[in-house]
């Protein structure tokens, strides 16, 4: 299995199943980039309740835009994962076009299936649902595009283990 824990600074702990057979590109970049400590003290940049937690921004901003691109795993760009986003399932952000995604990524709050074959989902949280619904409860300002943390919760540590090789990362400039 491919694991992900996300401990927060509070202690609290979202732990995930990634599925690296599914999603290999995805899967694999998040496991590198996790286990370089990039996410480490980062916040959640962007809660909208009911929908998603976003992070992952190296400014914390999520306009910022990563160093490196993601061929997108999912169905619109030729890629059909079967990963959908219910509540609990993580996934990369991206700009409107389809290989966009970097460092930046989301956790569904509720079932958010408008997002199914647009986004690459990449795995489904098995534990930490309270820590979810206590991130997506706090408060936030801006337009819902922002929706930014009056306090952001930061991320301690995020890593990955897996019991199998992860494929080599491939990205795009």
């Known amino acids: 299995m491919t694991e992900c824990i996300i401990t927060m600074s509070d202690g609290g702990v979202m732990r995930f199943e990634l599925f690296p057979d599914?999603?290999?590109?995805?899967?694999?970049?998040f496991a590198q980039v996790a286990n370089s400590g990039?996410?480490?003290?980062l916040a959640f940049c962007r809660i909208v309740e009911g929908y998603v937690i976003q992070g992952g921004s190296p400014d914390d901003d999520i306009m910022t835009d990563s160093d490196f691109h993601l061929v997108g795993e999912f169905k619109e760009n030729g890629h059909d994962t079967g990963i959908d986003h219910r509540r609990g399932a993580?996934?990369?952000a991206r700009d409107d076009a389809p290989d966009t995604a970097g460092t930046q990524f989301f956790i569904c709050h509720r079932d958010a299936h408008k997002l199914d074959?647009?986004?690459a989902a990449f795995g489904y949280m098995l534990e930490g649902f309270d820590v979810l619904d206590r991130l997506a409860a706090l408060p936030t300002s801006g337009p819902e595009?922002?929706?930014k943390p009056l306090d952001m919760p930061r991320m301690a540590t995020v890593r990955v283990?897996?019991?199998q090789p992860l494929p080599e990362v491939t990205r795009l400039p």
């Open 145 to 147: 595009t922002w929706n």
């Open 38 to 41: 990039f996410y480490d003290a």
């Open 117 to 119: 074959g647009r986004y």
């Open 161 to 163: 283990t897996s019991d």
């Open 90 to 92: 993580i996934s990369m």
């Open 22 to 29: 599914k999603a290999p590109i995805t899967v694999a970049s």
